[in-house]
């Protein structure tokens, strides 16, 4: 299966498969347990990679060569007959598909749904799909209503949101503020301002009512791909931070964001 023998293992295992059943279903079942660990891994490869570790690549601080240990390997040994190993491995095989087939059909026997495996979509995925879209805008078509709006904004997405804020002014962190917009995330009015840096770099912060009394205030990196997030509870609102992955200052931009707004 992973080409691991030489050629006249490779004829007798061929000829042992078509001449004996048992040899077959034994085949079968480590070609089904290696499809099955190469679908495991392939979606642990599609996993979020920690913020901080995309950070340290992005800047350049990757592993120091001079740090790097070369492995020699030591010369295989002469191979012992393939068949008594095979016989081992699809005993283990057996053992760990007949346990998970046995949690599975447990499962199913009494009368439980299956387990979904997907995790559920929150308000913070839906705004990284806004936030994706308006950062490409053109200056025109960032926001739906621009910074020099009079004071309407506040009002407007308060009596929108139900969530009473004050603009930060993040001139300190090298922000200018553009605009303000108006979007739906998790069924709920979601307000977002907008904000640049000198680079061009567009930054949100994102706000929602959420449930009377929260108040946590501690903040949780995430990430969706090239864009992270920082978000927090506090006061009967949720909110978020969100900026390109390789900024190395949104933690601190949040700071400044959960006591301003």
């Known amino acids: 299966m992973d080409g691991e023998v030489d050629e006249a293992e490779r004829k007798e295992l061929e000829q042992l498969v ?100 997907a995790a559920a979509r929150t308000w913070l995925d839906d705004i990284a799909d806004y936030h994706r879209i308006y950062s490409r805008q053109t200056a025109e078509h960032l926001v739906e209503v621009p910074a020099s709006g009079d004071g309407k904004i506040e009002s407007w997405l308060t009596s929108s949101v139900g969530v009473n804020f004050s603009l930060p002014n993040l001139s300190a962190n090298g922000l200018t503020f553009e605009g303000a917009r108006l979007l739906v995330a998790a069924g709920k ?45 506090k006061d009967g609102a949720s909110y978020v931070v969100v900026g390109p992955s390789a900024d190395a200052n949104l933690h601190q931009l949040a700071t400044a964001v959960s006591t301003a707004i």
């Open 18 to 117: 078509a001449r004996d059943d048992e040899a077959r279903r034994m085949l079968e079942m480590l070609q089904a347990g290696s499809s099955f660990g190469n679908k495991a891994f392939e979606e642990f490869l599609h996993d979020p990679v920690p913020l901080s570790l995309v950070r340290r690549i992005k800047q350049g601080q990757g592993v120091n060569p001079k740090a790097e240990r070369v492995v020699t390997t030591a010369p295989r040994r002469a191979r012992l007959r393939l068949w008594p190993r095979a016989l081992a491995a699809s005993v283990a095989l057996l053992l760990i598909g007949g346990s998970t087939g046995f949690i599975i059909g447990k499962t199913g026997n009494d009368g439980a749904q299956p387990m979904n495996m």
């Open 189 to 233: 009015p979601v307000a977002q301002l907008m904000y640049k840096n000198e680079d061009g770099d567009v930054f949100a912060i994102c706000f929602l009512k959420s449930k009377p009394g929260t108040t946590d205030g501690k903040m949780t990196e995430s990430m969706r791909d090239d864009i992270a997030m920082i978000s927090w509870q």
